[in-house]
């Protein structure tokens, strides 16, 4: 059964980083896109970050574009997510998701999610 356990979560002032990470367990996404999502309060879910697998493309939401890295550590399984520079707007539940064939940015394509893990920046 494929687990995807998000960590790293917590309560941060604005300015301050965070380091997310994703383990992967159950199977091997070879050639599979890994994404980050976050939703807010009373928001939808939305794209924050995505890499490819193989080959270790990256894309980013217009919105953490230059905040905000995305790697991954093939070895281990792990994806891990950079935050840097926080904004009171980053504030969300933040989800790990990974699928083979889904495009990037789109949530509704990706099978496998975590759980979430909640990050709070506070002004």
């Known amino acids: 059964q494929v687990q995807l356990v998000e960590s790293g979560g917590g309560l941060v002032q604005a300015g301050a980083s965070l380091r997310l990470s994703c383990a992967v367990s159950?199977?091997?996404?070879?050639?599979?896109?890994m994404g980050w999502f976050r939703q807010a309060p009373g928001k939808e879910r939305e794209f924050v970050a995505a890499?490819?697998?193989?080959?270790?493309?990256?894309y980013y939401a217009d919105s953490v574009k230059g905040r905000f890295t995305i790697s991954r550590k093939n070895a281990k399984n792990t994806v891990t997510l950079q935050m840097n520079s926080l904004k009171a707007e980053d504030t969300a539940v933040y989800y790990c998701?990974?699928?083979?064939?889904?495009?990037?940015?789109?949530?509704?394509?990706?099978?496998?999610w975590g759980r979430g893990t909640q990050v709070t920046v506070s002004s």
């Open positions: 998701a990974a699928d083979d064939w889904a495009s990037y940015n789109d949530a509704k394509a990706y099978n496998y």
């Open positions: 890499i490819y697998w193989s080959g270790g493309s990256t």
């Open positions: 159950g199977r091997t996404f070879s050639r599979a896109v």
